[in-house]
């Protein structure tokens, strides 16, 4: 059974930092590939970044890129997102996700977290 757990959102300030992980079981990454994506109120899934199955290329949205980060400890099962110079704009629900292809496509993607929320406000 896959299953994909986020945590590491909360409250934090315009300007500051977060940083997101993702466990991941019942997958190995030399078959899935593992995004990020974002939903605010109101709004459509929003793909953030993404890692490819084959090495540790990355691809960000250019509203988050130079700001996040996206890694993985193979060891550990895990990907993360650090994200810096968070600004009111990032403040979603964040949701990692695996599919088959490297991309942002939502409609690709066999199994999702629940997510974890991000909120940036002074």
């Known amino acids: 059974q896959v299953q994909l757990v986020e945590s590491g959102g909360g409250l934090v300030q315009p300007g500051g930092s977060l940083r997101l992980s993702c466990v991941y079981s019942?997958?190995?990454?030399?078959?899935?590939?593992i995004a990020w994506f974002r939903q605010a109120p109101g709004k459509e899934r929003e793909g953030v970044s993404c890692i490819s199955s084959v090495d540790d290329t990355t691809y960000y949205a250019n509203s988050v890129k130079g700001r996040f980060t996206m890694s993985r400890d193979n060891a550990k099962n895990t990907v993360f997102l650090q994200m810096n110079n968070l600004k009111p704009e990032d403040t979603a629900v964040y949701y990692c996700?695996?599919?088959?292809?490297?991309?942002?496509?939502?409609?690709?993607?066999?199994?999702w977290g629940k997510g974890t929320p991000v909120t940036v406000s002074s």
């Open positions: 019942g997958l190995t990454l030399e078959e899935y590939a």
């Open positions: 996700a695996a599919g088959p292809f490297y991309g942002l496509d939502p409609y690709v993607m066999d199994y």
